[in-house]
Protein backbone atom coordinates (compact mmCIF):
# COMPACT_ATOMS: atom_id res chain seq x y z
CA UNK A 1 0.00 0.00 0.00
CA UNK A 2 0.91 3.53 -0.86
CA UNK A 3 -1.02 6.26 0.05
CA UNK A 4 -0.27 10.10 -0.29
CA UNK A 5 -1.75 10.19 3.28
CA UNK A 6 -1.86 14.09 3.70
CA UNK A 7 -4.25 13.48 0.87
CA UNK A 8 -7.25 15.69 1.91
CA UNK A 9 -10.52 13.44 2.12
CA UNK A 10 -13.76 14.56 1.48
CA UNK A 11 -16.65 11.63 3.14
CA UNK A 12 -20.07 12.74 1.93
CA UNK A 13 -22.82 11.06 3.83
CA UNK A 14 -26.35 12.00 5.77
CA UNK A 15 -25.84 10.12 8.41
CA UNK A 16 -23.88 11.84 11.03
CA UNK A 17 -22.76 8.38 13.25
CA UNK A 18 -21.73 7.13 9.67
CA UNK A 19 -19.52 9.80 9.09
CA UNK A 20 -17.69 9.90 12.00
CA UNK A 21 -17.21 5.79 11.87
CA UNK A 22 -15.44 6.33 8.38
CA UNK A 23 -13.73 9.13 9.58
CA UNK A 24 -12.16 6.92 12.53
CA UNK A 25 -11.36 4.33 9.66
CA UNK A 26 -9.50 7.02 7.70
CA UNK A 27 -8.11 7.65 10.69
CA UNK A 28 -6.77 4.08 11.69
CA UNK A 29 -5.12 4.05 7.77
CA UNK A 30 -3.49 7.37 8.55
CA UNK A 31 -5.32 9.67 6.67
CA UNK A 32 -5.61 12.73 8.79
CA UNK A 33 -6.82 15.41 6.70
CA UNK A 34 -10.85 14.74 6.19
CA UNK A 35 -13.71 16.74 5.65
CA UNK A 36 -16.88 16.06 5.85
CA UNK A 37 -20.44 17.27 4.41
CA UNK A 38 -24.04 15.85 4.92
CA UNK A 39 -24.94 15.27 1.13
CA UNK A 40 -24.39 16.52 -2.17
CA UNK A 41 -25.24 19.82 -2.56
CA UNK A 42 -23.23 20.29 1.18
CA UNK A 43 -20.32 18.41 -0.84
CA UNK A 44 -20.29 20.58 -3.97
CA UNK A 45 -20.11 23.58 -2.18
CA UNK A 46 -17.21 22.03 -0.03
CA UNK A 47 -15.01 20.95 -3.31
CA UNK A 48 -15.77 24.28 -4.87
CA UNK A 49 -13.23 25.60 -1.91
CA UNK A 50 -10.84 23.27 -1.76
CA UNK A 51 -9.25 21.06 -4.09
CA UNK A 52 -9.86 16.85 -2.39
CA UNK A 53 -7.87 13.89 -3.46
CA UNK A 54 -10.49 12.10 -3.03
CA UNK A 55 -14.22 11.44 -2.51
CA UNK A 56 -15.90 8.81 -0.39
CA UNK A 57 -19.69 9.20 -0.74
CA UNK A 58 -22.97 7.56 0.34
CA UNK A 59 -25.31 6.59 -2.63
CA UNK A 60 -28.34 7.13 -0.52
CA UNK A 61 -29.08 10.97 0.84
CA UNK A 62 -31.43 13.35 0.89
CA UNK A 63 -31.61 16.37 -1.05
CA UNK A 64 -28.67 15.32 -3.38
CA UNK A 65 -28.26 12.09 -4.01
CA UNK A 66 -24.41 10.33 -3.97
CA UNK A 67 -25.02 8.92 -7.45
CA UNK A 68 -26.45 13.08 -8.32
CA UNK A 69 -23.19 14.16 -6.57
CA UNK A 70 -21.32 11.75 -8.88
CA UNK A 71 -23.12 13.21 -11.91
CA UNK A 72 -22.17 16.95 -10.69
CA UNK A 73 -18.61 16.06 -10.57
CA UNK A 74 -18.34 14.36 -13.46
CA UNK A 75 -19.79 16.97 -15.75
CA UNK A 76 -17.61 19.77 -13.79
CA UNK A 77 -14.56 20.73 -16.15
CA UNK A 78 -12.26 21.19 -12.81
CA UNK A 79 -13.70 18.11 -10.73
CA UNK A 80 -14.49 15.62 -13.21
CA UNK A 81 -10.76 14.27 -12.62
CA UNK A 82 -11.61 13.79 -9.09
CA UNK A 83 -11.03 9.92 -7.82
CA UNK A 84 -14.68 9.51 -6.51
CA UNK A 85 -15.73 6.26 -4.53
CA UNK A 86 -19.22 5.10 -3.77
CA UNK A 87 -20.75 3.35 -1.07
CA UNK A 88 -24.32 0.92 -1.56
CA UNK A 89 -25.92 -1.03 0.39
CA UNK A 90 -25.45 -4.78 -0.31
CA UNK A 91 -29.48 -5.13 -2.05
CA UNK A 92 -28.92 -2.14 -4.03
CA UNK A 93 -26.38 -3.83 -6.97
CA UNK A 94 -27.97 -1.64 -9.79
CA UNK A 95 -26.85 1.28 -7.92
CA UNK A 96 -23.42 -0.16 -8.71
CA UNK A 97 -24.05 -0.46 -12.71
CA UNK A 98 -26.01 3.29 -12.27
CA UNK A 99 -22.36 4.34 -10.77
CA UNK A 100 -20.24 2.37 -13.32
CA UNK A 101 -21.71 4.09 -16.32
CA UNK A 102 -21.31 7.54 -14.61
CA UNK A 103 -17.81 7.35 -13.92
CA UNK A 104 -17.35 6.34 -10.71
CA UNK A 105 -14.07 5.08 -9.93
CA UNK A 106 -14.86 2.03 -7.49
CA UNK A 107 -17.84 1.02 -5.00
CA UNK A 108 -17.82 -0.11 -1.80
CA UNK A 109 -20.87 -2.88 -0.86
CA UNK A 110 -22.29 -2.59 2.72
CA UNK A 111 -21.81 -4.16 5.09
CA UNK A 112 -17.61 -3.14 4.85
CA UNK A 113 -14.47 -3.35 6.77
CA UNK A 114 -11.35 -1.46 7.16
CA UNK A 115 -9.37 -4.15 4.83
CA UNK A 116 -12.26 -3.55 2.44
CA UNK A 117 -12.23 0.66 2.42
CA UNK A 118 -8.33 -0.03 2.37
CA UNK A 119 -8.57 -1.94 -0.39
CA UNK A 120 -10.40 0.37 -2.68
CA UNK A 121 -8.60 3.44 -1.57
CA UNK A 122 -5.71 1.78 -2.62
CA UNK A 123 -6.80 0.43 -6.08
CA UNK A 124 -8.12 3.93 -7.09
CA UNK A 125 -5.25 6.34 -5.94
CA UNK A 126 -2.67 4.24 -4.68
CA UNK A 127 0.77 3.93 -6.00
CA UNK B 1 -24.46 14.38 38.98
CA UNK B 2 -22.91 16.38 35.82
CA UNK B 3 -23.75 14.33 32.53
CA UNK B 4 -19.83 13.47 31.13
CA UNK B 5 -20.56 13.92 27.68
CA UNK B 6 -18.32 16.22 26.84
CA UNK B 7 -19.16 19.34 23.80
CA UNK B 8 -18.17 17.78 20.38
CA UNK B 9 -15.03 19.81 19.04
CA UNK B 10 -13.77 19.41 15.58
CA UNK B 11 -11.18 16.22 15.00
CA UNK B 12 -7.74 17.43 16.18
CA UNK B 13 -9.24 20.00 18.66
CA UNK B 14 -8.12 17.52 21.52
CA UNK B 15 -5.68 14.87 22.16
CA UNK B 16 -6.66 11.26 20.51
CA UNK B 17 -7.71 9.05 23.12
CA UNK B 18 -8.55 11.91 25.66
CA UNK B 19 -12.17 10.47 25.37
CA UNK B 20 -13.96 7.56 24.58
CA UNK B 21 -16.12 7.76 21.80
CA UNK B 22 -18.79 5.38 21.63
CA UNK B 23 -21.63 4.65 19.01
CA UNK B 24 -25.23 4.77 20.90
CA UNK B 25 -27.52 1.61 20.30
CA UNK B 26 -30.47 0.89 21.97
CA UNK B 27 -31.69 -2.41 22.87
CA UNK B 28 -35.01 -3.40 24.64
CA UNK B 29 -35.22 0.42 25.56
CA UNK B 30 -32.07 0.30 27.46
CA UNK B 31 -28.86 2.44 25.86
CA UNK B 32 -25.38 0.86 25.44
CA UNK B 33 -22.46 1.93 23.96
CA UNK B 34 -19.44 0.77 21.38
CA UNK B 35 -16.55 2.16 21.01
CA UNK B 36 -16.01 3.40 17.85
CA UNK B 37 -12.92 1.91 17.11
CA UNK B 38 -14.29 -1.50 17.12
CA UNK B 39 -17.18 -0.29 14.24
CA UNK B 40 -16.37 -0.37 10.64
CA UNK B 41 -20.08 -0.13 9.34
CA UNK B 42 -24.20 0.09 10.15
CA UNK B 43 -26.36 -1.43 7.75
CA UNK B 44 -29.72 -2.81 7.37
CA UNK B 45 -28.75 -6.63 6.70
CA UNK B 46 -30.55 -8.21 3.94
CA UNK B 47 -30.85 -11.73 2.74
CA UNK B 48 -29.71 -13.76 6.10
CA UNK B 49 -28.95 -17.38 5.58
CA UNK B 50 -30.04 -19.30 9.03
CA UNK B 51 -27.84 -21.74 10.14
CA UNK B 52 -29.08 -24.69 11.75
CA UNK B 53 -28.32 -25.85 15.14
CA UNK B 54 -26.13 -22.65 15.17
CA UNK B 55 -26.45 -20.64 19.05
CA UNK B 56 -29.22 -19.00 19.91
CA UNK B 57 -27.68 -15.85 19.45
CA UNK B 58 -26.93 -16.64 15.93
CA UNK B 59 -29.72 -15.04 13.98
CA UNK B 60 -27.89 -16.00 10.53
CA UNK B 61 -25.34 -15.30 7.89
CA UNK B 62 -23.89 -12.98 5.23
CA UNK B 63 -22.37 -14.29 2.34
CA UNK B 64 -21.19 -11.08 0.23
CA UNK B 65 -18.92 -12.50 -2.87
CA UNK B 66 -16.92 -15.02 0.10
CA UNK B 67 -17.10 -12.80 2.30
CA UNK B 68 -19.18 -14.25 5.22
CA UNK B 69 -20.61 -11.91 8.10
CA UNK B 70 -22.07 -13.38 11.28
CA UNK B 71 -24.94 -11.64 12.35
CA UNK B 72 -25.81 -11.61 16.34
CA UNK B 73 -28.61 -10.78 18.14
CA UNK B 74 -27.41 -8.89 21.28
CA UNK B 75 -30.90 -9.13 22.58
CA UNK B 76 -30.69 -12.11 22.54
CA UNK B 77 -27.13 -12.38 24.27
CA UNK B 78 -28.68 -9.92 26.82
CA UNK B 79 -31.72 -12.26 27.45
CA UNK B 80 -34.42 -10.28 26.17
CA UNK B 81 -35.86 -11.98 23.74
CA UNK B 82 -35.87 -11.44 19.91
CA UNK B 83 -36.96 -8.01 18.16
CA UNK B 84 -40.85 -7.01 18.11
CA UNK B 85 -42.12 -9.34 14.69
CA UNK B 86 -41.95 -6.84 11.45
CA UNK B 87 -39.37 -3.84 13.78
CA UNK B 88 -36.51 -3.28 11.67
CA UNK B 89 -33.17 -4.48 12.79
CA UNK B 90 -29.96 -2.73 12.11
CA UNK B 91 -26.00 -4.20 12.73
CA UNK B 92 -23.30 -2.86 13.45
CA UNK B 93 -20.65 -4.42 11.58
CA UNK B 94 -17.40 -5.24 13.97
CA UNK B 95 -14.19 -7.47 13.70
CA UNK B 96 -13.46 -10.08 15.52
CA UNK B 97 -10.46 -12.71 15.82
CA UNK B 98 -10.63 -11.86 11.99
CA UNK B 99 -13.91 -12.86 11.54
CA UNK B 100 -16.59 -10.10 10.21
CA UNK B 101 -19.87 -10.11 12.34
CA UNK B 102 -22.94 -8.02 12.53
CA UNK B 103 -24.39 -7.40 16.19
CA UNK B 104 -27.76 -6.08 15.69
CA UNK B 105 -29.54 -3.90 17.81
CA UNK B 106 -32.93 -2.15 18.24
CA UNK B 107 -31.64 1.17 16.63
CA UNK B 108 -27.90 3.05 16.22
CA UNK B 109 -28.05 6.44 17.48
CA UNK B 110 -25.44 9.13 18.01
CA UNK B 111 -21.66 9.65 18.63
CA UNK B 112 -20.80 10.19 21.98
CA UNK B 113 -17.86 11.78 23.22
CA UNK B 114 -17.31 10.62 27.56
CA UNK B 115 -15.15 11.20 29.47
CA UNK B 116 -13.47 7.68 30.16
CA UNK B 117 -12.60 9.02 34.13
CA UNK B 118 -16.12 9.45 34.53
CA UNK B 119 -17.34 5.46 33.93
CA UNK B 120 -18.08 3.49 36.45
CA UNK B 121 -18.29 0.00 37.92
CA UNK B 122 -21.70 -2.09 37.09
CA UNK B 123 -24.39 -1.66 39.12
CA UNK B 124 -24.78 -4.58 41.64
CA UNK B 125 -28.36 -4.58 40.98
CA UNK B 126 -27.66 -5.30 37.47
CA UNK B 127 -29.22 -8.67 35.76
CA UNK B 128 -25.60 -11.26 35.27
CA UNK B 129 -26.27 -11.63 31.66
CA UNK B 130 -25.87 -7.42 31.08
CA UNK B 131 -22.83 -7.56 33.84
CA UNK B 132 -21.22 -9.75 31.54
CA UNK B 133 -21.15 -8.03 28.28
CA UNK B 134 -20.20 -4.59 30.43
CA UNK B 135 -17.14 -2.66 31.10
CA UNK B 136 -18.80 -0.28 33.05
CA UNK B 137 -21.60 2.69 33.23
CA UNK B 138 -21.93 6.26 32.44
CA UNK B 139 -24.19 8.04 34.18
CA UNK B 140 -25.75 10.68 31.62
CA UNK B 141 -28.53 12.81 32.73
CA UNK B 142 -31.71 11.04 33.88
CA UNK B 143 -30.30 7.37 32.05
CA UNK B 144 -27.65 4.99 32.22
CA UNK B 145 -25.10 4.41 29.57
CA UNK B 146 -24.01 0.82 29.36
CA UNK B 147 -20.89 0.51 27.71
CA UNK B 148 -20.35 -2.63 25.78
CA UNK B 149 -17.66 -5.34 26.30
CA UNK B 150 -17.53 -6.27 22.60
CA UNK B 151 -14.79 -9.15 22.72
CA UNK B 152 -17.03 -10.75 25.64
CA UNK B 153 -20.36 -10.38 23.60
CA UNK B 154 -18.38 -11.61 20.34
CA UNK B 155 -16.97 -15.19 21.81
CA UNK B 156 -18.11 -17.84 20.84
CA UNK B 157 -17.94 -19.89 23.97
CA UNK B 158 -19.87 -23.14 24.37
CA UNK B 159 -20.71 -22.45 27.87
CA UNK B 160 -22.29 -19.02 26.93
CA UNK B 161 -25.25 -20.78 25.52
CA UNK B 162 -26.33 -22.42 28.80
CA UNK B 163 -26.47 -19.16 31.24
Same mark, same amino acid.
Given at each position: ?????????LVVDDYQ?MI???????????????DDASDGTAALEKLKA??Y??IISDWNMEPMTGYELLRHVRAD?KLR?T?FIMITA??K??N #??AA?KAGV??Y?????? #?????????????? | ????? *???????????????? =??????? !?? =?? /????????????????????????????????????? *??????????? /????? !???? *?? @?????? !???? /???????????? @?????? $???? *????????? @??????? =?? !??????????????????? $???
Amino acid at each position: MAFDLSMPILVVDDYQTMIRIIRNLLKQLGFEDVDDASDGTAALEKLKARKYGLIISDWNMEPMTGYELLRHVRADEKLRTTPFIMITAESKTEN #VIAAKKAGVNNYIVKPFN #VETLKGKIDAVVGS | MSNPA *TTDKPAGAQAAGAHNE =LVTVRVA !GE =LL /GVPIGRVHDVFVPNSLTSVPLAPGEIVGLLNLRGRVV *TALSLRRLLGV /GSAPA !GSTQ *TA @LGIEHV !GESD /GLLVDSVGEVMK @LDPEQR $QPNP *THMDRRWAA @LSRGVYR =LD !GELLIELDVDAALAREPSR $QAA
